[in-house]
């Protein structure tokens, strides 16, 4: 319980302050933001999958939740947002002095489900964790998880619902694959084709 109201009360300054350290927030000033991004996306062991049909968007500031990238398919009917901390970019603060602090690679399962409270219109979403061997395959990740919701208008004005992929590689990163859109009909085709777009690179080995 210590940890899960560290994680609570937290959490909003810990995302900003993941944010601004990443090499992404270092190089908003650069005019290729692509590239900046694919700097901290190898940084933190993962890959992206281009597809053709998507078309880069600015990132817009908001006090939600700080992300890195984003693209917009050209029906307009998804958008999809990411965001990615590099598990050696997270400083933690910890003074409860009966419990060590807890390790960021501990902290997964609680930041997910802190971020899709924020992400979300009245909290308290459901999630659904994938199997080890179904989050292997897709993302190439120890842990991985999903949760639908209607999206907080402070985050996203154009979109009224989301689907948020979260994955998690242990002593790598957490990363977030964000989807939003509309029509619930329009996006399941996108969304199934474009699960994955952003994964962990493949290891040599399963990841331990």
Same mark, same amino acid.
């Given at each position: 319980?210590?940890?899960?109201?560290?994680?609570?009360?937290?959490?909003?300054? #810990?995302?900003?302050?993941?944010?601004?350290?990443t $090499?992404?927030?270092?190089?908003?000033?650069?005019?290729?933001?692509?590239?900046?991004?694919?700097?901290? #996306?190898?940084?933190? =062991?993962?890959?992206?999958?281009?597809?053709?049909?998507?078309?880069?968007? $600015?990132?817009?500031?908001?006090?939600?939740?700080?992300?890195?990238?984003?693209?917009?398919?050209?029906?307009?009917?998804?958008?999809v947002?990411?965001?990615?901390?590099?598990?050696?970019?997270?400083?933690?603060?910890?003074?409860?002095?009966?419990?060590?602090?807890?390790?960021p &690679?501990?902290?997964?399962? #609680?930041?997910?489900?802190?971020?899709?409270?924020?992400?979300?219109?009245? =909290? =308290?979403?459901?999630?659904?964790?994938?199997?080890?061997?179904?989050?292997?395959?897709?993302? &190439?990740?120890?842990?991985?998880?999903?949760?639908?919701?209607?999206?907080?208008?402070?985050?996203?004005?154009?979109?009224?619902?989301?689907?948020?992929?979260?994955?998690?590689?242990?002593?790598?990163?957490?990363?977030?694959?964000?989807?939003?859109?509309?029509d619930?009909?329009?996006?399941?085709?996108?969304?199934?084709?474009?699960?994955?777009?952003?994964?962990?690179?493949?290891?040599?080995?399963?990841?331990?």
């Amino acid at each position: 319980m210590a940890i899960r109201k560290f994680i609570t009360s937290l959490l909003g300054a #810990l995302l900003v302050l993941i944010h601004l350290g990443t $090499p992404a927030a270092a190089d908003a000033a650069e005019k290729d933001a692509r590239a900046a991004f694919d700097r901290l #996306l190898q940084e933190a =062991g993962l890959r992206m999958h281009r597809q053709t049909q998507y078309i880069d968007q $600015p990132t817009q500031a908001n006090a939600i939740l700080p992300y890195e990238y984003a693209l917009r398919h050209e029906s307009g009917a998804l958008e999809v947002r990411f965001i990615v901390r590099p598990l050696n970019r997270i400083e933690i603060e910890y003074n409860d002095p009966h419990n060590a602090a807890p390790e960021p &690679n501990h902290l997964f399962p #609680l930041l997910f489900e802190s971020i899709t409270n924020r992400l979300s219109v009245g =909290g =308290g979403t459901a999630t659904s964790t994938f199997p080890e061997a179904e989050a292997l395959d897709k993302f &190439n990740a120890n842990w991985a998880a999903a949760s639908a919701f209607d999206i907080n208008p402070d985050f996203a004005t154009d979109y009224r619902n989301a689907l948020i992929i979260g994955m998690h590689r242990n002593d790598m990163a957490d990363a977030y694959t964000l989807f939003l859109y509309d029509d619930h009909e329009q996006a399941k085709l996108l969304i199934n084709e474009s699960i994955s777009i952003m994964s962990f690179t493949p290891a040599a080995t399963a990841p331990q």
